[in-house]
């Protein structure tokens, strides 16, 4: 499969991503897809570097916001992979640069008080 597939796909699954990353949706859900995307990201690491990506990262920043804690700590480690956070802040960086203003104000905190104290992700151990 090549980049313009990639591309072809998740635009494809957005709304579907998107869907299942609804608060309102079960627990378990929304949790098995930041797993998912998670794994995506380490299949492909360059997976979310695109604008055409942002509203899956914009709704990650929500779930790695509410109130469960299993969701929240589930799609903090997909943010970690998703800006690539071990090698320095360019990823969260370029997501604030494209994010509008209170998303951008989100994320340089969950980046601040959370995503930099991440030392590494283990997929199996995910919430």
């Keep these: 499969m090549n980049e313009h597939d990639t591309e072809k796909y998740l635009s494809a699954l957005q709304p579907t991503i998107l869907k299942c990353m609804d608060l309102k949706e079960s627990m378990d859900v929304v949790k098995s897809m930041a797993k998912g995307l998670s794994l995506g990201v380490l299949l492909k690491p360059d ?16 779930c790695s916001m509410a109130g469960h804690q299993r969701v929240q700590l589930a799609f903090n480690d997909f943010l970690w992979l998703a800006l690539n956070v ?13 994010a509008m203003f209170e998303n951008s104000k ?11 104290r991440i030392k590494s992700v283990d997929i199996d151990e995910m919430a």
């Design 47 to 62: 997976l979310f570097d695109r604008k055409s990506t942002q509203s899956i990262l914009d709704g990650a920043l929500k």
């Design 86 to 98: 071990k090698d320095g802040e360019d990823g969260a960086t370029r997501y604030c640069d494209e």
């Design 106 to 116: 989100k994320m340089k905190s969950l980046y601040a008080k959370v995503l930099m």
